[in-house]
């Protein structure tokens, strides 16, 4: 069932996704020469900032020291069991999800529960 | 039967390269389609490899029925030609009874599920009288201000005719999008801004648009997988691929 506060996708998706295309290039244009052969093969290895608790950052340092792994190979393991998890539970995120009052989002995750030791 | 106009006052963005496209790709989808040039040009034919005739002109003044006139020219593409004596029949609209209402005469009982009409870059009666006939008007444009202007002429012509009763639905296409130069991107940015869904994913420019209608033959015939017809690639959307993916939801009623 589609909640009232879905947000609609009004541009087409194919040009919505575009021009975010020719943004991030345009971005890159405007940096100084040396920085935009790195930004462009950031872009290209879909390089992404995380906002990760604290907690969360030293425990996943430790598994990949300890399984001899890089962080970022971790990360990806875990996003891709988490992203299997989702398309077979789509549901899994609402007990974490709260209002925003951010204008871009609508919700944003509560990581409480999670951060507390079992 | 749906009526597909390709619209828009400012000639050179790609009217008349769209419609021979998305008229022989919807009959190679399995619709039997008629695509009618309405332009004195008569560039449908040449584009298609015919001779250009006065089909039109026949069709409106000598009164003729669509099946004398169409001709056949690929398996399920039928075509009334243009030449220029389509300006005559232009004018024998304007001193006809009720000459808004023509072009949607002549074409009522034609026997084709689409029918794709090519218009010239002008603002005329036959313009006013092709949208009256229209379900759904494809505005291709390129991505300058004067041809963005002549979408918001072409708008202004769909208002006229909802005032008349008749309401159109419409989508806009990006043509001759060059994605390094920045005044695409912001005139993209622009129409997508203004009209939101409306607008579709662009048709990349591409020599092989200009080269095929030398040839007669149709982008799906002379280079199928060409940027103007794939898109950029690397699993973007864009080029006449997902323009005709999107015109049979709008044959399909899934577009509102």
């Not at chain 2, 021979?20 to 560039?43: F, M």
């Not at chain 2, 769909?158 to 999008?177: C, D, K, Q």
Request: proline residues 7%.
């Amino acid at each position: 069932m589609v909640s009232v506060l879905d947000r609609k996708q009004v541009v087409d998706p194919a040009v919505a996704e575009m021009l975010q295309d020719l943004e991030k290039k345009n971005r890159i244009a405007k940096l100084p020469k040396p920085e935009q052969n790195k930004a462009r093969k950031d872009a290209a290895r879909h390089k992404v900032g995380l906002d990760l608790p604290p907690s969360l950052h030293d425990v996943l340092h430790r598994i990949a020291e300890k399984e001899k792994i890089s962080l970022s190979g971790l990360v990806t393991f875990y996003l891709y069991r988490g992203v299997v998890n989702h398309d077979a539970n789509c549901e899994e995120l609402s007990p974490y999800k709260r209002f925003s009052r951010c204008p871009r989002f609508e919700y944003v995750l509560d990581f409480t529960e999670l951060e507390k030791p079992k | 039967m749906t009526i597909l106009t390709l619209a828009n006052q400012k000639g050179g963005v790609g009217k008349t390269t769209t419609a021979v496209t998305l008229a022989h790709g919807l009959a190679l989808a399995g619709q039997h389609t008629l695509l009618v040039d309405l332009d004195p040009q008569g560039h449908v034919a040449f584009a298609l490899g015919m001779e250009k005739a006065p089909g039109f002109y026949r069709l409106v003044v000598e009164e003729e029925p669509v099946p004398s006139v169409a001709v056949s020219c690929r398996e399920n593409l039928d075509v009334v030609p243009g030449d220029k004596k389509t300006e005559k029949a232009k004018r024998t609209i304007v001193i006809s009874n009720f000459p808004t209402e023509t072009i949607g005469r002549v074409l009522k009982d034609a026997p084709y599920d689409v029918i794709v009409l090519d218009m010239a870059p002008s603002l005329d009666v036959l313009h006013i009288s092709a949208l009256m006939a229209s379900d759904w008007v494809l505005i291709p444009t390129k991505l300058d201000a004067m041809a963005v202007d002549g979408v918001n002429e072409a708008l202004r012509s769909m208002g006229e005719v909802a005032e008349r009763g008749h309401r159109l639905g419409y989508s806009i296409l990006p043509t001759f999008f060059d994605r390094t130069t920045r005044e695409t991107v912001v005139q993209l940015k622009a129409l997508v801004e203004t009209f939101s869904g409306h607008v579709w994913p662009p048709i990349p420019q591409d020599t092989h648009a200009r080269e095929a209608p030398a040839y007669g033959k149709s982008l799906w015939e002379y280079c199928p997988r060409s940027p103007a017809v794939i898109g950029y690639g690397g699993g973007r959307e864009g080029g006449y691929i997902s323009t005709m993916r999107r015109v049979m939801e709008v044959l399909s009623g899934q577009r509102p």
